[in-house]
Nanobody, 126 residues
Framework: QVQLVESGGGLVQAGDSLRVSCATSGRIFSTYAMAWFRQAPGKDREFVAGISRSGRMTDYAESVKARFTISRDGAKNRVHLQMNELQSEDTANYYC???????????????????WGPGMAVTVSE
């Protein structure tokens, strides 16, 4: 079994920065694409940022492009999301996900990911 755990969430003020992380444990023997999704109250879960299994490719939702940066620790299934200039619209539960497809790309759909963390709250106050 594979487990993902998010850390670093919390309450911040608008304009602040926050760095969140996701660690993977369990029976996983290769490096895979990972991503962050988020779900605000009353809304669908949406893609935020993703990084390919090689780490050479990244992709972002338009709403966070230029403010958020995803990175991974070398050839490890551990990723970070640096979030700058946070806005109240960024308030949501943030979920880390891992997808086991073999190709080196950044999947964008929920169904492309096989394992998920339990999620953590990020709240941005005005």
């Amino acid at each position: 079994q594979v487990q993902l755990v998010e850390s670093g969430g919390g309450l911040v003020q608008a304009g602040d920065s926050l760095r969140v992380s996701c660690a993977t444990s369990g029976r996983i023997f290769s490096t895979y694409a990972m991503a962050w999704f988020r779900q605000a109250p009353g809304k669908d879960r949406e893609f935020v940022a993703g990084i390919s299994r090689s780490g050479r490719m990244t992709d972002y939702a338009e709403s966070v492009k230029a403010r958020f940066t995803i990175s991974r620790d070398g050839a490890k299934n551990r990723v970070h999301l640096q979030m700058n200039e946070l806005q109240s619209e960024d308030t949501a539960n943030y979920y880390c996900a891992l997808g086991t497809k073999s190709e080196d790309g950044v999947p964008l759909q929920i169904g492309d990911y096989d394992y998920w963390g339990p999620g953590m709250a990020v709240t941005v106050s005005e």
